[in-house]
């Protein structure tokens, strides 16, 4: 195959090349692959090649021998496009517009500064450059970190498992961990992890738009056996042979002609976000146009007085220029997309540690405004462990325990569940291993607690058809054929849609009877009766005969095959139980109590929703379940008009037929019983139609359109590949009290974005005012170049880091879903921004103005080093203190110190900027244009920064009595 596999070339008598002959799209569809398929001697000759076996999987594999498959085939391991370096990102950074015209203004003030100054004349030049480069650096490397952690998160949801047969046995896998060999089951919803040939298949259509473009359905078989790598499976089951992976798969032959690029996702707050930055932009700009030109304006009045046009001037004006780009660079808030990714970053991980896996980051923040919860029953608000409890046969409930079943219906049962399955139940180190549907697995179980062994009576080389489950139907059907050609038909579903199949039953020892209507009542009653314990049933049928008297050829289609189950033998009716979680309850009633409307989505009957609703506290124990409290899925789709499309050159949109009476009925639905996908995808769309946020639970195939449609689509871990593929988040532990804790972190970023907001506001509105004020009235600004990046260093890099990553406190779910057209700065946070800009300016213009005649400084503003150092030193104090108050920003949080100590991340940031602060005014010098405070100055300094703080707390006090 390459230059480093010759080492095991003897072990296969086929090659990667050879195998990749038959996956080519446009010689599958030609017929041309099933032709170099059948030369090469068909499926068994492959096998034989391939060291396998279609029936068993690899034989007694070992790990070295996994590894030599992988060195000789390749990995199943997705490519991951390289890295952006750290330099790389450094670089991007450099090239902002602002940064340029910020470096190259300092270059020319270097060359000027050196010709007129060997020895000084550099200072300010190199250290602009200087502190432009910190700041960039900075910032790039919060942006290199956050792309690592993306990526380690983003890798983990491609692994997902799938089910192969190895040593005879059936096993769950990560598909990472495939080999070229691997016997693979499919069936609907698996998303086909390589190429692979099908050995056996029963009716498999496929969608192979991800790879052709084309949405049209392929039908696998005789004729095109091929399984294309990420192709996904609608209908059937069957199994493959795995062919090719990862890199040497079609997929990733693909994948190389093109080159893979990482983009930024933008989620709808950082869209949001971008607006309010781009005014604060346009507002910086002003400010810094204007402030250039008054700065020109005395310079130049001045050299009018002067009569000459000197280098001072010149470097006056190059200055000025240098004060003005500051000036935009601190003005323009890129802290505001940081703290968003950072808070987005920072809540997934943590919601990762909680057991939630968010695969899009706009869902972090969307969990946050979710309003709506579309809940579904089994494996979400139930445990899925499934068990049966009671089988009925004629009119006597058997047990494994307590019945004898006649020896020939014991054999027709056990046929009945073995063939008309595909889950997989055994012992695996000493551990209970379940694989599949949990309903099939609660069957095997009951199966071998009769006494039969299931492996016995599967036989899959008499099947020669298969069925699956679906919404449709309700039913599952397989047909077996043997040597002589009888077909054997098995069915199983819901009872109402076998029994209506049915014209004969067996009674309990074993002798069939007609099918009348006082037996069929009986059953219902049966029905009835278990429904009140919350039992679900199923039905099981079964129909014998030569294949002519089933009407049925060698190989029937679907429709032949549906055609045939007339006037089938009811064997039996199963009771099976599914407890409800211990967290259930607690988990919705606390969804309701944050402002989540909570709806169930059930397939089961009427009554059973209605007793799962009542204890989950959907529905008050006492309630009567009114005309819409508790609706049936297919009453609710007649009443509303089921979904409207609408088609135009641009966009096709889904609508609720009869809005308003969706509207009406939405005010009291709590629960949708025997609700099809169809029906879940209605509710989806009519609430989202009404604007509002809604989330969707599911967890299997049928569940993915309405998955995808919704705002945000939550899947269980034990969900299909479809569902999984089409989720936004996984419960990896299947536990709904997780859901809480996604709203809990999704509201958290709201905050933590409103926190950094109202800081950064804050200090934009005191900083640019000041410097303006200092431009028209001393003809200066009263902070240097150096000074004010040092300051957009704090308010933008650090103090993204800082407010962006608190952790949810107690009470963040006392408050309210925020909606969709909820503006991101609230009233409450507009006054205290004024307020706190307010008192800022006024105390800093003060010390602007008094503190050279207050402290005896002499030519305070002719050379004013230390009088502009107190300034500078006051002003970050207060902008570090603001800090900590915006911590908390609702008006009822009144300590601002309540969970500082759980937060070490913000502690050190606060400190590690107060430490700089105090080292820059005393060592800065000439590079920070600072001059060396005494320990009282500092102290005074520090004094009337913390003064935010009671600031803050009085203006909180002001919002509760005036807003």
């Not at 055994?426 to 694989?435: F, P, R, Y």
């Not at 979680?581 to 989540?596: C, F, H, M, P």
């Amino acid at each position: 195959m390459s230059e480093e596999q010759p080492l095991f070339s003897a072990d296969f008598d086929i090659t990667t090349e050879q195998l990749n002959q038959f996956f080519d799209i446009h010689e599958i569809r030609e017929g041309a692959s099933i032709i170099k398929l059948k030369t090469y001697g068909g499926i068994s000759s492959l096998c034989n090649s391939l060291k396998t076996n279609d029936k068993e999987g690899l034989s007694h594999v070992t790990k070295q021998e996994l590894k030599d498959r992988k060195k000789f085939f390749g990995n199943n391991k997705a490519e991951v496009p390289p890295t952006t370096s750290l330099l790389e990102i450094v670089f991007e950074a450099l090239q902002d517009f602002t940064i340029q015209l910020l470096l190259v203004a300092a270059l020319v003030s270097l060359v000027l500064g050196v010709l007129e100054d060997p020895n000084e004349g550099w200072y300010e030049g190199v250290s602009i450059m200087v502190a432009v480069l910190i700041v960039v650096s900075v910032s790039s490397v919060q942006d290199y970190l956050k792309e690592l952690q993306f990526r380690k998160l983003n890798s983990e949801v491609k692994r997902l498992k799938i089910t192969v047969i190895r040593n005879g046995n059936t096993e769950e896998v990560f598909t990472d961990k495939l080999v070229v060999g691997d016997l693979v089951l499919l069936k609907p919803g698996d998303i086909a992890p390589a190429d692979g040939i099908l050995s056996r298949s029963y009716g498999i259509l496929a969608d192979e738009s991800t790879m052709t473009g084309e949405s049209k359905l392929v039908k696998k078989g005789d004729n095109d056996p091929f399984i294309i790598s990420s192709s996904i499976i609608t209908e059937g089951t069957g199994e493959m042979i795995v062919c090719a992976v990862g890199k040497n798969s079609l997929m990733g032959r693909n994948q190389k002609l093109f080159k893979n690029e990482v983009l930024d996702e933008q989620t709808p707050l950082q869209i949001k976000l971008e607006k309010v930055a781009k005014h604060i932009g346009i507002a910086g700009a002003i400010a810094s146009v204007l402030i250039f030109i008054f700065l020109s304006i005395f310079t130049v009045e001045e050299a009018i007085v002067d009569g000459t046009w000197s280098s001072d001037s010149t470097s006056a004006i190059i200055s000025a220029f240098i004060i003005a780009i500051t000036i935009l660079v601190v003005a323009i808030p890129e802290g505001l997309p940081l703290a968003v990714t950072l808070s987005l970053a920072f809540s997934m991980r943590k919601m990762k540690d909680e057991n939630i896996f968010v695969k899009h980051l706009s869902a972090c923040e969307t969990m946050g405004g979710c309003q709506e919860l579309l809940i579904d029953k089994t494996g979400t608000i139930t445990k899925n462990e499934m068990k049966v409890v009671k089988f009925r046969i004629g009119g006597k409930n058997v047990s494994s325990k307590n019945s004898k079943i006649d020896e020939n219906l014991g054999m027709i049962i056990a046929n009945s569940i073995a063939r008309n399955t595909t889950a997989d139940v055994h012992m695996e180190d000493d551990k209970l291993i379940k694989t599949g549907n949990r309903t099939e697995c609660a069957m095997l179980m009951f199966l071998k607690e009769c006494g039969y062994e299931y492996h016995n009576y599967r036989d899959l080389d008499t099947q020669a058809m298969q069925l699956p489950f679906s919404s449709d139907s309700k039913m599952m059907t397989t047909l077996h054929v043997d040597a002589q050609e009888n077909g054997f038909l098995y069915v199983k579903g819901a009872p109402e849609r076998v029994i209506e199949k049915c014209a004969f039953y067996y009674k309990e020892d074993g002798i069939q009877g007609e099918l009348t209507t006082e037996i069929i009542e009986s059953i219902n009653a049966t029905i009835e009766k278990w429904s009140q314990k919350m039992r679900r049933t199923l039905a099981l049928a079964y129909k014998s005969g030569t294949l002519e008297a089933l009407n049925l050829g060698s190989k029937p289609t679907k429709e032949e095959l549906d055609a045939s189950l007339n006037g089938m033998i009811l064997i039996g009716i199963i009771g099976i139980e599914d407890p409800i979680r211990d967290e259930a309850a607690s988990a919705l009633s606390q969804l309701k109590e944050t402002g989540v409307t909570v709806r169930m989505i059930t397939g089961d009957c009427k009554d059973i929703a209605a007793r799962i609703g009542k204890q989950c506290y959907l529905l008050s124990p006492d309630s009567e379940v009114n005309k819409n409290t508790v609706l049936l899925g297919r009453d609710f789709s007649v009443k509303v008009g089921g979904i409207k499309v609408d088609e135009d050159d641009e966009k096709t949109t889904y609508k609720v037929g009869n809005e308003e009476e969706f509207k009406l009925i939405a005010e009291d639905l709590k629960i949708l019983a025997r609700c099809s996908p169809q029906d879940k995808l209605l509710i989806t769309i009519g609430m989202r139609n009404l604007d509002r946020v809604v989330a969707v639970t599911g967890d299997g195939t049928n569940d993915a359109p309405a998955l995808q449609r919704a705002d945000i689509g939550i899947a269980m871990m034990t969900a299909t590949p479809l569902a999984k593929e089409s989720a936004d988040i996984i419960l990896l532990d299947d536990n709904i009290q997780n859901l809480v804790i996604a709203v809990k972190w999704g509201r958290n970023i709201f905050e933590n974005i409103r926190r950094f907001l109202q800081f950064q506001l804050t200090v934009n509105i005191v900083a640019l005012f000041l410097c303006l004020l200092g431009a028209v009235s001393v003809a200066s600004s009263p902070l240097s170049a150096v000074q004010m990046l040092w300051v957009n260093l704090v308010m933008d890099s650090l103090a993204a880091l800082a407010l962006s990553t608190q952790d949810p406190d107690k009470r963040v779910l006392e408050s309210h879903p925020y909606g969709k057209s909820e503006y991101i700065i609230s009233k409450e946070m507009i006054f205290s921004i004024i307020v706190q800009s307010t008192y800022q300016i006024i105390v800093l213009t003060l010390v602007l103005f008094l503190t050279p005649t207050l402290l005896g400084i002499e030519n305070g503003w002719d050379d004013g080093a230390l009088h502009y150092t107190i300034f500078f030193n006051v002003f970050v104090m207060m902008q570090l203190f603001n800090q900590i108050s915006c911590r908390k920003i609702r008006k009822d949080d009144w300590n601002i110190f309540d969970g500082i100590g759980s937060n070490w991340l913000f502690g050190v940031i606060i400190g590690l900027e107060f430490v700089m602060q105090i080292l820059f005014v005393q060592f800065g010098g000439s590079f920070m244009n600072t001059e060396e405070l005494t320990p009282i100055t500092h102290l005074c300094c520090i004094a009337i920064g913390i003064s935010v703080i009671p600031v803050a707390l009085f203006t909180k006090f002001l919002i509760t009595k005036t807003l």
